[in-house]
């Protein structure tokens, strides 16, 4: 008899209609749609403590017009829908809370333009990050390629306010956004952006009112985005990693700001000794002995040499004034391997979560945050005593986002799925961080039911009444993604 507790199978017959699944058939096909337990188990859960739930249908559209098809047939019938497109988002995000059809997006995954003279591209759902780099590289373009799989969607990571390798410079990925096209819960199909305007024209959504908005940071509740239009950059020839150690989370912060001050670099992370260990120790490790407890790669891109050296000046004066103010901060080689692996981005190395949670059991997730930099030592020193108090590693990660001004601030939890015990004090240890950092000023960035409902018992209520406006208004059924944002609870 094993020791562990297992979780409950949500394995269990989906709740067919017959009407609704042959009208889906007539939309895409008999191959294109599926009711097959086994098939749609695949989309119940993902490596999150979040319970698993199924859908009642799996339907892959291959077009914008199968998708408004498909939305209207949902709305006939009163029947949820959750966009999917890779799954590897780590949040419960996909798991239909509330069963319904999956539209698993994957194969819309056309890049229907690459402008190598504007630098941009326009991109279905489907599109991931690997493929989207190999078209960029033959052009030396990249875009910010976030710390994810390979197999991720470029899409989705966008429009959920998803990270990158180059946010130290041009911000989130939802920045990159210059043009989409939507289709509505209801079925409409709209552009948004200078496509709006010209359908030839993807390049901006300014100066125009920014009504894609409406559908960043939702979460898959107000729309399903078609067509995307990203920013993409040009690839300088010398990169330069300036790497450090400080003993301090603060201290690692303040070095952090004094750099950032500079805009000097595509990217400046820091990360503490326990995330440096791959897989994450699990169950909790003591850092040995005299060993720094942050380490920070701040990688730096450049056309020439003499920009380089200028690159290298400022980062040693700011060592310097670091060093007079009494940091521990100081210079520190990374292995080479660790540097391709934070710098040669999409990577399979740090973008595959098995590798963290080897040690852990399977399961993975974090309290994710955007917070101000003045408040990383603080709300560190409190987890880092949730963390080991419930036999957790202390992993966490800091970056800086386009300024100093706030940033990213997060904790890995990696847990073994098949102990309840163990997941559900994944679950309360992570709440617990949660709830620390939003009392401090931060705010969750693509977060679960649990954290929805953390930010809705702090939030304004005019802005929560607003969200529910603007949600009642695009999707006056609430069959989109029901339940994720946690608005319903609040009625």
């Known amino acids: 008899m094993s020791k562990y507790k297992k979780m409950r199978d949500p394995l269990r017959d989906p709740n067919v209609d017959p009407a609704v699944l042959k009208e889906l058939k007539s939309i895409v096909g008999d191959k294109k749609v599926t009711v097959s337990k086994h098939i749609l188990y695949a989309y119940s859960y993902d490596l999150t403590f979040v319970e698993g739930k199924m859908p009642d249908y799996a339907v892959l559209p291959q077009n914008t017009e199968q998708v408004s098809q498909i939305m209207k047939l949902a709305n006939k019938f009163k029947i949820p829908v959750i966009p999917y497109t890779a799954g590897s988002n780590i949040g419960g995000l996909c798991i239909p809370e509330q069963g319904g059809i999956i539209m698993d997006l994957k194969q819309m995954n056309k890049i229907i333009e690459l402008n190598d003279n504007l630098h941009y591209v326009v991109i279905e759902p489907g599109v991931s990050h690997a493929k989207l780099a190999a078209a960029l590289y033959k052009y030396n373009l990249r875009f910010s390629w976030p710390v994810g799989p390979p197999s991720g969607s470029t899409s989705s990571c966008s429009l959920c306010h998803g990270i990158g390798g180059m946010s130290g410079r041009y911000g989130l990925n939802s920045e990159a956004i210059t043009s989409m096209e939507v289709v509505l819960p209801t079925g409409e199909i709209v552009k948004i952006g200078s496509c709006a305007i010209n359908d030839k024209a993807w390049h901006s959504v300014l100066p125009l009112p920014q009504m894609d908005g409406l559908f960043k940071g939702w979460l898959g509740t107000t729309g399903v985005v078609t067509k995307l239009g990203l920013a ?114 999409p990577s399979r190395i740090v973008g595959s979560t098995k590798n963290y949670t080897k040690q852990g059991g399977g399961g993975i997730a974090w309290p994710g945050t955007f917070t101000p930099l003045d408040k990383w030592g603080v709300i560190y020193e409190e987890w880092k005593k949730i963390m080991i108090r419930r036999n957790f590693s202390p992993a966490v990660r800091i970056t800086d986002y386009r300024g100093v001004h706030y940033g990213m ?9 098949g102990d309840i015990d163990h997941t559900e004090n994944a679950r309360q240890g992570i709440v617990e961080c949660l709830r620390w950092c939003l009392d401090n000023g931060g705010i969750p960035y693509k977060p679960g039911v649990d954290f929805a409902k953390e930010i809705n018992k702090r939030c304004d209520q005019g802005y929560l009444s607003l969200l529910k406006r603007v949600k009642k208004m695009l999707d006056p059924n609430n069959i989109m993604n029901p339940g994720k944002m946690a608005l319903e609870d609040e009625d």
């Open 232 to 345: 993409v950059h040009p690839i300088p020839p010398i990169l330069k990693v300036f790497t450090a150690s400080a003993a301090t989370c603060e201290d690692m912060a303040y070095y952090m700001r004094a750099l950032s001050n500079y805009e000097i670099a595509d990217d400046v992370t820091a990360v503490s000794w326990w995330l440096t260990q791959v897989p994450i120790p699990s169950p909790y490790k003591p850092k040995p002995e005299g060993k720094p407890e942050w380490f920070s790669f701040a990688a730096t891109t450049s056309w020439t040499e003499k920009e380089k050296e200028a690159r290298e000046e400022i980062w040693q004066s700011v060592m310097d004034e670091e060093k007079k103010k009494g940091s521990s901060v100081v210079y520190v080689e990374y292995p080479d391997e660790a540097l391709r692996a934070r710098t040669q981005l």
């Open 409 to 417: 601030l997060r904790a890995f939890f990696t847990f073994d799925k």
